[in-house]
DNA sequence: GTGAAAGCGCTAACAG
DNA sequence: CTGTTAGCGCTTTCAC
């Protein structure tokens, strides 16, 4: 026999459609009897229940967005694009995903902005923003006024219940490390670290992760401190130019921020007797021309694509009241050399057939 | 107003539902004018239809099974825990996934067993076995009695339509050279390449990859000619102890096929002067083991679970007559180092909250 | 060629 | 506390 129905849980279990529905749903109101009669009736018939059709009948639509801040270079241009191919790809399961480049740099500009969402706009937000206090506090607010929400890339999960969706930034730093540490057996040194600002949580977490490995397993080479660009191009040219002078030992460099455009470029004017091994984070145009080009030994990167499609189930997991399957759910620190990129990058070729199939 | 349906695609073009459906999925028996006026009502209402009900409405269950190799050691195991997981996780979409060791090494084995296989049976196939002209042959006949088939990780797209779930073995290749010669910059020398059997042709995509960036950007070091194990215990001591004897340059190995265990325990009783830089394919617990405890270098790897659910997904779309989405199923070649293993590994943490949602 | 009506598995008012 | 009934959006006979 094909499975079983809750239908065919009625008949075994003696009672009506409702009621199997209600012992479903763990609703109130049935005798503790008939609720173990249904749940007996469950195990015997190994009853598994239809989710399209629990929804269907439910007539129940996901409303979820992103919210991204409002300024951004290539890597936030990838995770967009991905949000809206999954937004397409999610819409017919009746998941509609909206994407809106609203957050800007002062956390209470974002918290006045989240204290603006109820259940009636959305059921459920994806959020990349730093963290901050008044970020912690109006998604704790928003998930008490019953709207799901997940942080994107940053965040500090379980704290206050909410999930973080990313790469765990100690690990991808410690990884970056051991990269540049392997690289430069030959030629141990200093090496440079930069980021945009060291104010943000997972940019301190990504130089914990990198120092912890640096120190211990490559005692011949030095981290110096990292320097900050601010996004500012005369900035970062003075500060790069400066620090190479003065030492001279530089033989890596660390770019620890996601947006990797800036510092690559200024660095790549600086004069430089030795080649320096130079690693950086997430794939973005750029850094795969530079990475294909040998002026960038490896990329950090997570994969947007995964990242989005995650958030997305996790947020509608979570609004049915579902755990997340945590195991799918994990982003990969990837590690991209120019070797494999994959097809996106420069192939022709799908490993799809073209054609239609059986 | 939320999202049109098909009744309200009758309602706009007005004619029925059953017309209407009949447009939607291309059957024939539709005057090409109405054909046209329901076109206009779905571009110009909007109209993304509902697959869970549309599966709902078919009942359409989806039989799909594995196919893998009766014999096998640890990656064999990992991949067949992802499918039973994954089969949990599908039950409730309607697809059945099945789970069947039963492919011996002869190709007419596996020839004759796909050809008992009908539409009776099962709606699609996704075979593990390694490429012979009888399984191409016997694969084609497959389509063409209306199975859906899926070769994993081993195959040739396109060739005859049929899809390839797994990475580029030539990329893969590629890769580990890149983290060989990198790693080696040190100590450039001979390089040892050891695989089950050099008969298979991933092996051989492997190991042309690996050559081409050798030779290409490495001109420093040699890879030695492929040494093959044949999964035998005594013959790989040998071979291995006469190897390192004749070549006291060696100072790398590559190991390439896809169950490590055997020639890289062997290898580690080896004696070596110098330390070897060593890589291997697939995560397993024993090449996880030995990455984490410094006798593996780096490990070349494909996420088992987004193999198995790609399969799935593609199997599924070619069933429905689909095209895959191929963006999303193009699985990745993974590097991973002690440090970018992540949570199934030794930490405890999940970055998900533990606690119910919204 | 086209339409009417029943039903897929489940939910959600209502009655009782 | 429990059952009846009418759908959710789409497919599928079977008539016309």
């Known amino acids: 026999m094909l499975r079983p129905t809750t239908k065919d849980l009625a008949k075994a279990a003696g009672v009506s459609l409702a009621t199997v529905d209600r012992v479903l749903n763990g609703r109130p109101g049935v005798r503790e009897e008939t609720v173990t009669a249904v749940n007996t009736a469950i195990t015997r018939l190994g ?19 992103f919210l991204l801040p409002a300024e951004g270079d290539q890597f936030l241009a990838t995770v967009e694009n991905h ?27 974002i918290a006045t902005l989240l204290a603006t969402i ?20 109006a998604t704790a607010r928003l998930r008490e006024r019953g709207v799901a929400v997940v942080r994107l890339l940053a965040g500090v999960a379980q704290a206050d219940g909410t999930d973080v969706v990313g790469i765990d930034n100690r ?6 490390a051991r990269l540049i540490g392997r690289f430069c057996a030959a030629s141990p040194g200093q090496i440079l670290v930069i980021a945009d600002t060291m104010n943000a949580r997972d940019s301190v977490e990504r130089r914990q992760g990198f120092d912890r490995v640096i120190t211990h397993d490559f005692p011949g080479m030095v981290a110096l401190p990292s320097l900050e660009t ?14 190479l002078a003065n030492h001279p030992g530089i033989t890596a460099a660390y770019v620890l921020s996601a947006e990797a455009r800036l510092p690559l470029e200024v660095l790549a004017q600086m004069p430089g007797p030795v080649r320096r091994v130079t690693i ?14 040998g002026g960038l030994d490896a990329v950090i990167a997570q994969n947007a694509g995964h990242l989005v499609r995650s958030a997305i189930r996790v947020l509608r997991a979570r609004c049915d009241g579902r755990a ?8 990969r620190i990837e590690i991209l050399l120019p070797d494999n990129l994959g097809n996106a990058a420069h192939q022709g070729g799908l490993r799809l057939a073209s054609s239609g199939g059986a």
Not at 120 to 130: E, K, R, T, Y
Not at 234 to 241: D, G, K, N, V
């Open 230 to 243: 601010h996004g500012d191009p005369e900035r970062t040219r003075a500060i790069l130019s400066n620090s």
């Open 280 to 293: 950086a984070h997430e794939r973005t145009a750029f850094t795969e021309r530079l990475l294909l080009g």
């Open 83 to 109: 949000i809206v191919e999954a937004a397409k790809s999610f819409e017919t399961e009746g998941i509609q995903v909206s994407l809106r480049r609203v957050l800007g740099k002062d956390p209470h500009q």
């Open 118 to 137: 109820t259940p009636d706009d959305l059921d459920g937000v994806s959020i990349l923003a730093p963290e901050s206090p008044q970020l912690r506090d």
């Open 171 to 176: 690990a991808a730093g410690a990884t970056a």
């Open 324 to 331: 997340p399957i945590a195991s799918q759910e994990e982003i």
């Open 47 to 65: 009853f598994v229940r239809n989710l399209s059709a629990a929804n269907l009948a439910r007539s129940r639509v996901y409303r979820l967005a």
